[in-house]
């Protein structure tokens, strides 16, 4: 038959034993989609930074524009309330701090506000997390959490 066949309404009740699953086919898919389900549930819970409510104790402003992030470096006391206004001048970015748990999409018009407490000391660095051209790879910057004295 040349492994061509029309199919018809007549056939659909001739094959309903390839539909079957043996108990043990349907205990491996059942544990196969739970395995599934827990990695999905799990990959939102990756390292966050944590937020506040009220005024921030300072606010900074981040332009991601082809191909820098500007300013490239940020100085900020520790235990501050950060609030981060970032913009972006061409194409869609995004602003990560993978030390922080951020990454946030920055549209053009339409800033990102990311909010955030500067508990640990350290040196975080940032990079646009979207692909956004030719020199993608040399926006990068650091965001320095000074300790306090």
């Excluded at 602003?95 to 990454?103: D, F, K, R």
């Excluded at 508990?119 to 910057?141: E, F, K, L, V, W």
Aim: aromatic share 4%.
């Amino acid at each position: 038959m040349n492994g061509f066949r029309i199919w018809t309404a007549a056939d659909n009740g001739a094959f309903l034993h390839s539909k079957r699953r043996t108990a043990r086919q349907s205990k491996t898919r059942q544990a196969l989609l739970g395995a599934l389900g827990l990695i999905l549930s799990m990959s939102g819970c990756g390292k966050r930074t944590p937020t506040f409510s009220g005024a921030p104790d300072t606010v900074r402003q981040i332009i991601m524009k082809k191909w820098e992030i500007v300013p490239n470096r940020l100085e900020i006391p520790q235990g501050a309330r950060v609030e981060l206004v970032v913009s972006s001048t061409d194409v869609e970015h995004g602003l990560a701090l993978p030390g922080l748990g951020i990454n946030e999409p920055v549209q053009p018009e339409h800033p990102a506000v990311i909010r955030f407490l500067a508990q640990t000391p350290g040196t975080y660095p940032m990079h646009c997390s979207i692909a956004c051209g030719r020199s993608h790879d040399q926006m990068r910057g650091e965001i320095v959490i000074t300790a306090s004295r």
